[in-house]
């Protein structure tokens, strides 16, 4: 066997040699895997062994035998794995301990660090010598670090570190993909980044701007009504304002498309799924339809009102509540007619727009919606408030 132990930290623990590969974290107790890993950080110089009771045994009564013990369970434990037998994987120094510097140790972390300061010079764009340094970082860096609860302090710096390297190297890879208008590239690039970082918008967005580089205006429009319903689901907030703005130019060249015959346009108006329900929609879609419909009313003198819905668990904390929105969207919908809309605006909160005379038919439509709600949840605690409103344009604009 070789003395190369290939290890990696991005997305897990794992050392590989002569292809053969062991998960620490499967093999090992928590304890000696966070001992492993801060060793791993330190592999180029010994760490004290102050300094691994400050990181792991802050607040024990007793941490240099609780550091003496570990140390003693990690090299038996690692002296089980068969290419570590017979090693002496953890050396002793006078104040601390290392990983044994005469064995090759090549660590993910270090090499990706290696590759980002070769191209990281001060300039934005990369040259094409710089994108494959770059695809070596893209190739080392699998998700973040392995971390239990008794580390994450110091593993969440050190992740966070990782990430934006990751994430900057990505920008700056896309920015220059796309002035070489390698779409396609580009695209693929940043489709497996979102897999890793799934709610880094930047990742997102040079994949849509790629949509619509390409022409692809249908599944651009889809790609963000869905990252908006994303977002707003699990950060409680919708897209900025620079994915607004691309999505009026994807409006905009969608316009501007070459023309269609009109059997054609019948044929693609005609064929979403008639269904008698409310229509959902993106809360962009839905301000867009909202200004439609209400210049549209002042003609046909119809008086449209918004219902907000707030829903809750009875304890206020909106963040924490279990309640399966998208079944709650379908009951909304499914009390609605079918010219009447309704978005999502926060991660507890549905907004609808409801064409009614009066502001007691709409009062009609909630308890409506709050008879169906409540005959589902009531064996649970979930609450259902709402307000009503008349809709109407703001004539200073």
Not at 14 to 39: A, C, H, M, R, Y
Not at 67 to 85: A, D, G
Not at 278 to 294: A, P, Q, V
Request: hydrophobic share 35%; charged share 30%.
């Amino acid at each position: 066997m070789s003395d190369t132990y290939y290890v990696k930290t991005f997305g897990g623990l794992e050392i590989t040699n002569d292809n053969v590969t062991v998960n620490i974290v499967e093999l090992f107790g928590k304890q000696l895997v966070n001992l492993l890993q801060v060793l791993l950080f330190h592999s180029e110089k010994p760490v004290q062994k102050d300094e691994l009771i400050d990181i792991l045994w802050p607040e024990s009564k007793n941490p240099s035998s609780a550091l003496k013990f570990s140390i003693f369970r990690l090299r038996s434990e690692l002296n089980e794995i068969e290419f570590f037998k017979d090693k002496e994987v953890i050396v002793t120094t006078r104040k601390g301990y290392i990983l044994n510097p005469n064995l090759d140790w090549n660590i993910d972390f270090v090499e990706l660090e290696k590759a980002y300061n070769q191209i990281n010079d001060g300039s934005e764009l990369l040259d094409e010598k710089e994108f494959k340094t770059a695809r070596k970082i893209f190739r080392l860096y699998q998700g973040r670090f392995y971390a239990s609860p008794s580390q994450l302090h110091w593993i969440l710096q050190k992740q966070e570190i990782f990430r934006q390297m990751y994430v900057k190297t990505m920008m700056r890879t896309s920015c220059y993909l796309y002035t070489q208008k390698r779409y396609d590239e580009m695209m693929l690039m940043n489709y497996q980044a979102v897999l890793i970082e799934p709610f880094n918008e930047g990742l997102h967005y040079y994949y849509m701007k790629g949509l619509v580089a390409t022409r692809n205006y249908r599944e651009a429009l889809r790609y963000y009504d869905e990252l908006n319903d994303i977002f707003l689901s699990e950060l409680g907030t919708g897209l900025s304002k620079r994915f607004k703005q691309l999505y009026d130019i994807i409006i905009a060249d969608h316009a501007k498309e070459e023309s269609k015959d009109m059997e054609k346009i019948m044929r693609e108006l005609s064929s979403r799924d008639q269904q008698n329900q409310g229509f959902f929609c993106s809360y962009e879609i839905f301000k867009y339809f909202y200004e439609l419909l209400l210049k549209m009313s002042i003609r046909n003198e119809q008086n449209y009102y918004l219902i907000m819905l707030q829903f809750s668990d009875g304890t206020l904390d909106y963040e924490k509540i279990g309640l399966d929105f998208d079944r709650v969207k379908r009951l909304v919908g499914s009390c609605l007619r079918s010219n009447d809309l309704f978005t999502r605006t926060s991660e507890t909160q549905l907004l609808l727009l409801v064409d009614c005379q009066t502001e007691e038919n709409a009062h009609l439509i909630i308890q409506r919606i709050s008879n169906k709600f409540y005959s589902i949840y009531r064996k649970k605690n979930y609450r259902m408030n709402y307000s009503v409103h008349k809709a109407e344009l703001d004539r200073n604009n």
